[in-house]
Structure formats: C-alpha cells, structure tokens
C-alpha cells in the first residue's frame, strides 16, 4: 500500500517537472541525447523516492554507441518506467494519439520524440512506422515496441502485432529483446527483473520472413518466463 502511494505521489510530482525540462530542451536537442538522459532520470526519481527497486540482467548486450529496436513484453503501467530507468541509452516509444493532447506530458512526449500511433485507423498506423524509421535514423534515439498492443495479464502474452518488426526490418537495425517478470501479481510490491536479450540481426531478413522473426523474438522472451 505504502509503495502505491508512493508512486501515485512521486509521479504527480516528478512528471510536471521533467516535462517542463523536456520541453524547453527539446527545442534546441534535435538528436534527442539529452531529452533522453532528462527520461532516464524522470523513471529513475520516481522509482528510488517510491522504494521501488528491480534487477537488470544482460545490459552487456547493449552498446552505447549503437541503435536497436527494442521488443518488450508489457504486463504494468510500471513497465515503462523500468525500461526508461535501466536502458543506458536514449529510447522513445510508439503511444497513442490522444495522450498527445493532455498539456504539458503530451508536449513533452513530442520534444522527447515519442511516436503517435492511431489505433483506429491501419493506414495511419502504418505511416506511425515510418514515423519511427525517420526517428531513429535522424536522431540518436533507440525505439522501444510492446508488440502485444497492450498491457497482458500476469505472466502471460498475446499475439504480436507486426509493426515493430517491419520497422525492424526496413531500418536493417538489431532487435533486442526485453523481458520484464515480475515474482506476483502485486506487482508494485514483487520482485522486478529486466531481461536483456542479445541483440538479432535483422539485415538478413526481408517482409517474407517477417513471422519468422516474430516467431524467434517471442520464443526468446517466452523462455525467459521459464
């Protein structure tokens, strides 16, 4: 109970002002590196003063100096600021359109390179992926995809929807898979871990292997529930 209250708590407090340095920032921050250390601390606040701590297995797999897709399973709202805290480089995220509205936190998304996605309509969805491609080639942001659409239940995954592999794809940059577990269902009170996978190659896959990839990224994060 103490630890929800503290969430709710810090994240009315800490997301304003974040935002607010997002926003002025990322006018002048077109590469996104200090938007994204701005994003990595703004989770990291929010976590430490809600006595919220996690396990980062793997981030040896990721280089600095690189880009990757990163596909991720999505069971907690707190999924999001795990990845931002522990990820040692700067990353953005499909989200949907409308929370793009809300001042301050959807002009903050904008400035830190967030990409709008409608839900509701596929041909604007599709242009949501270019969207990304144009993101992490012009900048230095890496971008993060939860691929089932939505948050699952416990331990558990959906169907995986096709367009952060299809980014993967046409961008020819890596995919590494993320886990996120959590030891019960209370998850603000369980034990959090990050899994990082190594990275795959995407430069030899073309849209006719485009399930397979599906099929080999979901198998690596299937295995880590196991």
């Known amino acids: 109970?103490?630890?929800?209250?503290l969430l709710v708590f810090n994240v009315l407090i800490f997301t304003p002002i974040f935002a607010i340095l997002i926003i002025i920032v990322g006018?002048?921050?077109?590469?996104?590196?200090?938007?994204?250390?701005?994003?990595?601390?703004?989770?990291?606040?929010?976590?430490?003063?809600s006595l919220i701590n996690f396990e980062a297995i793997g981030l040896n797999n990721i280089n600095d100096k690189k880009k990757y897709v990163f596909i991720s399973n999505h069971q907690?709202?707190?999924?999001?600021?795990?990845?931002?805290?522990?990820?040692?480089?700067?990353?953005?995220?499909?989200t949907k359109k409308e929370l793009f509205f809300i001042p301050i936190f959807g002009w903050a998304m904008k400035a830190a390179g967030m990409i709008s996605v409608d839900r509701y309509n596929k041909d604007k969805s599709k242009k949501s992926v270019d969207e990304g491609i144009l993101k992490i080639k012009k900048t230095k942001?890496?971008?993060?995809?939860?691929?089932?659409?939505?948050?699952?239940?416990?331990?558990?995954?959906?169907?995986?929807?096709?367009?952060?592999?299809?980014?993967?794809?046409?961008?020819?940059?890596?995919?590494?898979?993320?886990?996120?577990?959590?030891s019960k269902k209370d998850m603000i009170n369980s034990k959090i871990r990050l899994v990082v996978d190594?990275?795959?190659?995407?430069?030899?896959?073309?849209?006719?292997?485009?399930?397979?990839l599906i099929n080999k990224v979901k198998t690596v994060i299937e295995s880590n529930f196991n």
């Open 198 to 212: 190594n990275a795959i190659d995407t430069v030899t896959y073309d849209m006719s292997d485009r399930n397979n």
């Open 141 to 182: 942001l890496s971008i993060l995809n939860y691929p089932e659409g939505t948050r699952t239940q416990y331990n558990s995954l959906k169907k995986f929807k096709k367009g952060g592999f299809i980014m993967a794809i046409k961008s020819n940059y890596p995919i590494v898979p993320l886990t996120i577990l959590y």
């Open 1 to 5: 109970m103490i630890r929800r209250v």
């Open 27 to 49: 006018i002048f921050d077109n590469q996104k590196l200090i938007t994204g250390y701005l994003s990595n601390l703004w989770a990291r606040c929010i976590l430490f003063f």
């Open 76 to 94: 907690s709202a707190l999924d999001i600021l795990i990845t931002f805290a522990a990820i040692p480089i700067p990353i953005a995220f499909f």
